[in-house]
RNA sequence: GGCCCGUUCGUCUAUCGGCUAGGACGCAAGAUUUUCAUUCUUGAAAGACGAGUUCGACUCUCGUACGGGCUGCCA
């Protein structure tokens, strides 16, 4: 059986998406396009409680920002519409009906004080409580109640919802793309709720498989915490009698955090020293931030490759992929089983490796905006050199100005480890000179100073070391930077000659 | 606690019974360099433990330990 691949990045829009879940959404995104298929974006929003403002437009953001497109879903429409489940409420109530009629689920009245005394009591004992087959028949269910006694507490209002039949002492096979055969026996779960008539929306499950089943979802990817209810799913397509179209299942390995101590989750925020978000967040309601990827400086390209090899890897030794490539390679079957510890420096290290195969009009549109916030204009082309002469040392896209800064205004004060060491002695005097040899220069290109002021440095017996480190503090004001050529050629002439006056006039020589 | 999943260098990982266990990040040393970087070379660094299967186990099985997930009218 082959049919057309559709898979769904499905999340509940409950605040940021955090990296594991761009992750999630990635690896849906390449096995559908590797396979020719249909990528879904599906919002999960039956928790009324949970529900944050602007979460599904950061998530849509988000998306937008890695390159991961959307087929069909909420913000692009298709024939499923509408993808927001909050939008197909009526259509849940038919199904959990459905359920209690096939005597698959049960309508049960207990109170969440109820339960939570229940559970408290269990505790006491040093039990856990589990609503399942051992004690449904004595709580408030449509199972033990009369037919008249159920249809009275509804009618007169009553809170209820619907839970599932879990069948005791049977096994359930499923199999999982990534971890293979798995089994479970259904007494140790529990009758999950599926519907609740307070707010009438579903649960996550509910909604769930009835969505997958009704947008005729293939492939189910999603991540490892989702494992233990794949019997549920498993037992709700058969009950729906579904099993025939019922997708195939892959459950991922989990991003870890850094420190080891279990999953990376959206309130571990910035808090770690990186962030956990690509784009930056603020809070609707409490007003608190959360740095990005996107406005710490990383490029998207670079943030996508280093995710995609968290937990999959393509078998080869090539390490660098464009998202394209990505999609060519990219099979479910070298995913690896164990979670994740994220890594802040290889992250780092990949958007090194993309920011230098950038090439000039790239880094200028990266740049100008950044040159704008210092109050620097100038042209696209300068901006490009700019950035160009320095991308081997650039780590983020806001390293730049940093780097780049003297290129467009001159030193107002000298490092001290620099001008202690040169500007001492004959290099005062000797920089003046080579204010004049500069002077002297017509053709100004980097290529032919850099001949003529070798010639005059040699003839003069004068170090290239102790020349090109003293001018490197006039021009610079520090101990870095790029080839002192590179600089003159860049400020040109009349600058270099500024800058030599305006040392020479200001710092005194150090003994 | 119960159920489930996992376990190769510090980290991400390769290995699908034959290994001198490979690569990458990071780290260290050296070389190149007008500074800082880059680059290049080299190095240190791993099969959780115990049984079993096998001519042979990192690879298969079982147990133990450890890690993680789930155990909500959250997803």
Redesign the pocket.
């Known amino acids: 059986m082959s049919r057309e691949v559709r898979v769904r990045f499905?999340p509940?829009p409950t605040g940021p998406l955090h990296i594991g879940g761009v992750r999630t959404a990635l690896y849906n995104y390449l096995f559908a396009r590797r396979h020719g298929g249909k990528m879904l974006l599906r919002i999960?929003d039956?928790?009324s409680?949970?529900f944050v403002p602007g979460a599904e437009e950061y998530i849509i953001e988000s998306l937008k920002w890695c390159g991961i497109e959307i087929d069909e879903g909420v913000g692009v429409g298709g024939p499923h519409a509408p993808y927001r489940q909050s939008e197909r409420k009526d259509i849940y109530l038919k199904y959990a009906m459905q359920l209690i009629d096939a005597g698959w689920a049960y309508y049960a009245f207990?109170?969440?004080e109820e339960?939570d005394a229940l559970r408290a009591e269990a505790e006491q004992k040093g039990d856990?409580?589990?609503?399942n087959f051992k004690v449904r028949e004595q709580l408030a269910t449509s199972l033990c109640l009369s037919k008249e006694e159920v249809e009275a507490r509804i009618a007169r209002g009553d809170?209820w919802?619907v839970r599932f039949k879990m069948p005791e002492n049977e096994v359930v096979k499923m199999d999982d793309l990534i971890?293979?055969h798995?089994e479970?026996n259904t007494s140790?779960l529990?009758d999950k709720?599926l519907y609740?008539s307070?707010d009438a929306l579903p649960?996550?499950h509910l909604a769930n498989i009835v969505d997958d089943h009704l947008m005729e979802v293939s492939h189910v990817i999603r991540g490892?915490?989702?494992?233990?209810?794949l019997p549920l799913h498993y037992l709700l397509y058969r009950a729906f009698g579904w099993e025939d179209t019922r997708p195939e299942f892959a459950h991922l390995?989990?991003l870890?955090k850094p420190t080891?101590?279990?999953?990376l989750s959206k309130r571990d925020g910035d808090k770690m020293g990186f962030p956990v978000f690509p784009l930056f967040w603020t809070s609707p309601t409490t007003g608190e931030t959360a740095r990005g990827y996107r406005e710490d400086g990383y490029l998207p390209e670079a943030f996508i490759n280093m995710l995609a090899?968290?937990?999959w890897?393509p078998?080869t030794?090539q390490?660098i992929f464009s998202m394209q490539e990505l999609v060519e390679a990219f099979s479910l079957d070298?995913v690896?089983?164990?979670?994740?510890?994220f890594?802040p420096?290889?992250a780092k290290?990949f958007n090194a490796q993309y920011f230098r195969a950038l090439d000039r009009e790239q880094l200028a549109a990266i740049y100008q905006p950044i040159l704008r916030e210092h109050g620097i204009e100038t042209s696209d082309e300068l901006a490009g050199k700019a950035a160009d002469i320095m991308k081997?040392?650039v780590t983020l896209t806001t390293d730049l100005w940093d780097l780049t800064s003297f290129f467009f205004v001159a030193p107002t004060t000298y490092e001290e480890k620099l001008a202690k060491k040169q500007w001492k002695g004959d290099n005062p005097a000797m920089l003046a000179e080579l204010r004049e040899v500069l002077l002297s220069i017509e053709d100004f290109s980097k290529e032919n100073t850099e001949v003529v002021v070798r010639a005059w440095l040699e003839q003069k017996g004068f170090s290239?070391?102790q020349v090109?480190?003293t001018l490197?503090l006039a021009l610079v004001g520090e101990?870095?930077?790029?080839?002192?050529?590179d600089v003159t050629e860049f400020i040109g002439r009349e600058e270099c000659v500024r800058r030599i006056d305006n040392i020479i006039a200001n710092l005194k020589p150090m003994e």
Do not use: C, H
């Open positions: 499905a509940s999960e039956t928790d409680q949970r207990d109170t969440p339960l856990t409580f589990a609503y809170q919802v971890r293979g798995v479970m140790t529990d709720v609740k307070a649960t996550y490892e915490e989702w494992l233990p209810s390995p989990l870890l080891g101590g279990g999953k090899l968290l937990g890897n078998g030794e390490e070298r690896s089983k164990a979670g994740a510890r890594q420096d290889k290290w081997e040392r290239l070391g090109m480190n490197r101990g870095k930077g790029p080839g002192m050529f």
